[in-house]
């Protein structure tokens, strides 16, 4: 799990703490990208995204542009 948060932590303006809550939902990379691959667009993928605490809109954009 440190490594996964860690990985997370990498991508422009995803915090640690961004990372936990992330990893939190979604416990493993494998997990989240499956999960985001579900959504038809990415309006519906940061919408999802935005459900975690701490991510808005731009981070959530950015995590989908780094994972998928």
Same mark, same amino acid.
């Given at each position: 799990?440190?490594?996964?948060?860690?990985?997370?932590?990498?991508?422009?303006?995803?915090?640690?703490?961004?990372?936990?809550?992330?990893?939190?939902?979604?416990?493993?990379?494998?997990?989240?990208?499956?999960?985001?691959?579900?959504?038809?667009?990415?309006?519906?993928?940061?919408?999802?995204? !935005?459900?975690?605490? !701490?991510?808005?809109?731009?981070?959530?954009?950015?995590?989908?542009?780094?994972?998928?």
């Amino acid at each position: 799990n440190t490594c996964y948060i860690g990985q997370l932590s990498q991508i422009p303006n995803i915090s640690e703490k961004n990372a936990t809550e992330i990893a939190k939902v979604y416990p493993s990379y494998r997990a989240l990208v499956h999960a985001l691959e579900g959504y038809s667009d990415d309006k519906a993928r940061i919408k999802q995204l !935005m459900t975690i605490d !701490m991510l808005g809109k731009k981070k959530a954009q950015t995590i989908i542009d780094f994972v998928l």
